[in-house]
């Protein structure tokens, strides 16, 4: 099969700013703030799967972020604290700090009350109320200088800050007046800034500075204890487990380090460095530990984008897992009809003419692997920009390529996309490209979509199902939408959004685990399937079958299941050691059938193709990534079913293949598959190497062995 291998989207996933769990959440909850003000939700059921994401803005970015009792709240540069819906994917409260930039804020403990950090070197109470937050009080410094960290003791009766001006301060919550200040001196005689703070059970601070020192201080006298000099810059970010006798520290060095409590021969506590583990490869920006029922995990984000996981119990000991940082749902549409490719970006859309090989060359090479000769190289048509500062949440492309529609917070629009050239692909290289807005005012999606015969503009969000019908009779760029249907309000996120081949209907994955299926013709819900065991990944209707649709959840499971009869049918079975097998790979994000029968499906780092007119043999999981030595595979006794020779094939080769079953790691990173004319296929990839070129350079060390 010929492909078209797609890098002109250049994709640049945003920096981690900070990290929050949910304590007592089942499953396990984190929320994860990024620098473009996008705020992703991930759960950890088989594996940490982002579960949703909330588009903000960049100016909404967040410094600081937490849960309380459900509610997620963040606060940032922008001086004010939101308290996000989940369910509609958008914020809920928004409410003025009014004292500048917000660096830090905690809840404190058996109170519900607010503490936030700010820039203009208060920290401001506010009581926590069911629908929003109430100012109470505020601790002025008088010393002048940001207020950067923020921290209560665990029983609530004593608070400390610190900031710019190099000072921690212990307050009478009371009173409101200090009751200890506690100078911090440099080395290099300049101002230190005191980026975090933790305050334990036996009135002992830690803090985290910008000469990279962690340093242990006795709360009641406000002199220090210990000082540990464990980074080679600014220490940003500590947290401190449960039975508060280890603190993870981290910063711009990118390394975290572990600091343990043990008793000494002289009968008091003593602070040792447990180790440290060196994974990002840019400064970290935030820690965030979940100790709870005897399960202690550790995560760390920063500039390099990726999400990193621990075991805080085994830190040293233990291998960590990276998250990849690219989106689970492709922010790529491929319309077939035109070779059009549109990327969504934050701000914009692209829209991208694909290229086309040079006639009569050599599909025999192609086969090989070779790159053919090109007659028209690809080009960018057009881009169309969203006159909102919110993010871009989705966005879609019809089958007929005159339609393109986003949507972001403040609601979905709808545009034409002409051409001045006549058919024919020479000429579209140099066609002048319009751009008309056709509809607005629109309700705000979480998933978009357009009907095969780009009739219906299909919205959907936590309200269900709308439905906008597109009149163009007229030949020209104007549209009429009407509504057609509207479900009742649900209380979760739409998730994922697909049409069968036939227009006919329409599924929607909700974040409760659940399935809707549309009659778009009776405009009624046609059924609703059994809750499934994790969140829906991917799914496609099958067009050799009216009524089967193919679900994938995050937790690597595969479902066929038939809606006419409420069932699942006997694929299902087959589709089980599929799953097993692309464990180690990443869940799909995305599948899609192919035009000679075949079901593809693929992640970040796979590809995958079934037959379905097949029977799948059980098969046999093999990491396509994983590469063996011939010479320890000669010298091994195969204890296996299978010869050392297969057992070398397995390992080695880029393709693991059954009767029916081809797993394939020729393509990586990818971001979206797709078809173009005469069944060609897209693959849109987005190399690692090319997106950390674009992160600003890391803090220089030196390493053993380098010029």
């Known amino acids: 099969m010929e492909v078209h291998r797609v890098r002109f989207f250049q994709y640049n996933p945003s920096a981690i700013q900070c990290l929050a769990f949910e304590p007592g959440s089942t499953p396990l909850r984190l929320a994860l703030g990024r620098e473009n003000g996008n705020v992703e939700v991930w759960e950890q059921n088989d594996t940490w799967a982002q579960s949703m994401v909330l588009h903000a803005s960049k100016d909404e970015c967040a410094e600081a972020m937490l849960w309380y009792q459900g509610r997620l709240l963040s606060a940032g540069l922008s001086g004010v604290m939101v308290q996000w819906s989940l369910s509609r994917q958008c914020p809920e409260v928004e409410v003025n700090m009014s004292g ?3 660096w830090d804020m905690t809840v404190r403990p058996n109170a519900e009350q607010l503490a936030v950090a700010c820039e203009d070197g208060c920290v401001r109470l506010f009581d926590i109320v069911p629908d929003t937050v109430i100012y109470k009080k505020s601790y002025s410094n008088q010393g002048g200088g940001r207020c950067l960290a923020v921290a209560f003791h665990p029983e609530g009766n004593h608070m400390i800050s610190g900031g710019s001006d190099s000072i921690i301060r212990i307050w009478n919550l009371v009173s409101g007046i200090t009751t200890h200040r506690i100078p911090l001196d440099s080395p290099r005689q300049q101002a230190v800034l005191i980026w975090t703070l933790a305050f334990l059970q036996d009135m002992t601070i830690v803090s985290g500075d910008s000469d990279g020192r962690v340093q242990f201080w006795d709360g009641n006298h406000g002199s220090m204890i210990q000082s540990f000099p464990t980074h080679k810059a600014d220490v940003l970010t500590l947290v401190t487990n449960k039975a508060q006798d280890s603190v993870f520290a981290s910063g711009v060095d990118c390394k975290v380090a572990k600091l343990h409590s043990i008793d000494s021969e002289e009968g008091h506590k003593k602070w040792i460095n447990a180790g440290t583990v060196r994974v990002h490869t840019h400064d970290v920006r935030s820690l965030a530990l979940h100790d ?18 621990y075991g805080a119990s085994n830190f040293c000991l233990k291998t960590s897992n990276r998250f990849s940082p690219y989106p689970r749902t492709s922010p790529v549409s491929v319309c077939r009809r035109e070779q059009l490719v549109a990327c969504q970006f934050d701000s914009h859309v692209d829209m991208w003419s694909l290229g086309t090989a040079r006639d009569g060359a050599d599909l025999a090479e192609a086969a090989s692997g070779k790159v053919l000769p090109t007659l028209r190289q690809p080009t960018h048509s057009v881009r169309i920009k969203s006159k909102n500062r919110h993010n871009i949440a989705c966005s879609s492309v019809s089958p007929c390529g005159r339609w393109v529609a986003l949507s972001d917070r403040a609601g979905t629009r709808m545009f034409s996309v002409s051409s001045s050239a006549s058919n024919g692909e020479a000429s579209r290289a140099t066609s002048t490209v319009s751009v008309t807005s056709t509809s ?20 959907a969000n936590n309200h269900g199902l709308r439905v906008k019908a597109i009149d163009d009779g007229a030949g020209d760029d104007s549209c009429t939408c009407r509504d057609v249907y509207h479900t009742d309000k649900t209380a979760h996120a739409c998730v994922g959004l697909c049409v069968s081949p036939s227009g006919h209907f329409a599924a929607l994955a909700f974040a409760d685990n659940r399935i809707d299926i549309i009659d778009l013709k009776k405009e009624k819900l046609k059924r ?32 066929s299941f038939n809606f006419g009869d409420n069932t699942l049918t006997d694929l299902s079975a087959h589709l089980k050691p599929i799953s097993s097998a692309r464990r180690s790979l990443g869940p799909v994000m995305n599948c899609m059938e192919l035009d000679d029968g075949r079901l593809m499906l693929h992640s970040n780092a796979f590809m995958a193709s079934l037959d379905l007119s097949k029977s799948p043999k059980k098969f046999r999981s093999a990491n396509i990534r994983a590469r063996k030595r011939k010479s320890s595979l000669g010298s091994e006794k195969d204890t296996s079913s299978a010869t050392a020779a297969e057992e070398e094939e397995a390992m080695d080769a880029t393709e693991v293949k059954d009767s029916s079953l081809t797993i394939s790691g020729h393509f ?15 693959v849109v990839e987005r190399p690692w190497t090319d997106v950390t070129q674009s992160f600003p350079d890391a803090l220089y060390r030196v390493r053993y062995g380098a010029a």
């Open 100 to 102: 500048g930039a917000v």
């Open 292 to 309: 709870e029922d005897g399960s202690s995990v550790l995560v760390s984000g920063g500039l390099d984008t990726q999400l990193c996981v």
């Open 440 to 459: 607005s005012g629109l309700d705000s999606a979480q998933r978009l979509a357009f009907t095969p015969d780009s009739r219906k503009l299909l919205i």
């Open 528 to 559: 609703s399937t059994p809750r499934l065991p994790g969140l829906c990944s991917a799914m496609e209707f099958l067009s050799f079958s009216k009524h089967t649709i193919v679900i994938h959840t995050v937790n690597y499971q595969l479902f």
């Open 668 to 682: 990586s990173d990818m971001l979206a598959i797709g078809l173009s004319a005469q069944s060609k296929l897209v």
